[in-house]
């Protein structure tokens, strides 16, 4: 069954992506700034054939998206959530780390700096 919902996700997709393309534009930047008809789809109105198969694949996508996401969800999942469960599913954080053999720990280690050569300036 996913298989299914799957390929008519990628064919819807597809379709969409392709019917959007060969769609032109009414108005062209006039409608982004304010300009033309008062009405929402222009002055020609919603019409075309293009504009229904859009909003046929469109619908499509949306619908094969919920069902793939339903159909996909793993059936081991607790029905809470983490915000639900609270402090009880979180874990102590790590202990510190020991320190290095000898007692010194690495941030505590300095290494000498030579001293300058016989007629050597800094």
């Keep these: ?19 959007v393309l060969l769609q032109s534009g009414q ?10 008809s008062g009405s ?3 002055s020609t109105g919603a019409g075309g054939i293009l504009v229904r198969v859009t909003a046929v ?3 499509i996508f949306l619908v094969t998206s919920l069902a793939y996401n339903v159909l996909t969800k793993p059936s081991n999942l607790s ?6 469960q609270g402090a009880a599913g979180m874990t102590a954080p790590a202990p510190a780390q020991a320190p290095a053999p000898g007692g010194v720990s690495f941030q505590e280690q300095t ?3 030579p001293a300058p050569a ?4 800094k």
């Excluded at 997709?13 to 019917?19: E, K, P």
């Excluded at 108005?27 to 033309?36: Q, S």
Aim: overall charge negative; aromatic content about 8%.
């Design 1 to 19: 069954m996913t298989t299914l919902v799957l390929t008519i996700h990628i064919l819807a997709c597809v379709f969409l992506i392709l019917f």
């Design 27 to 36: 108005e062209g930047m006039g409608v982004i700034f304010g300009g033309g």
């Design 40 to 42: 929402v789809f222009g």
């Design 57 to 59: 694949l469109a619908t």
């Design 79 to 84: 029905e809470s959530s983490l915000m639900q």
């Design 111 to 113: 290494l000498p700096v």
């Design 118 to 121: 016989a007629g050597e300036t």
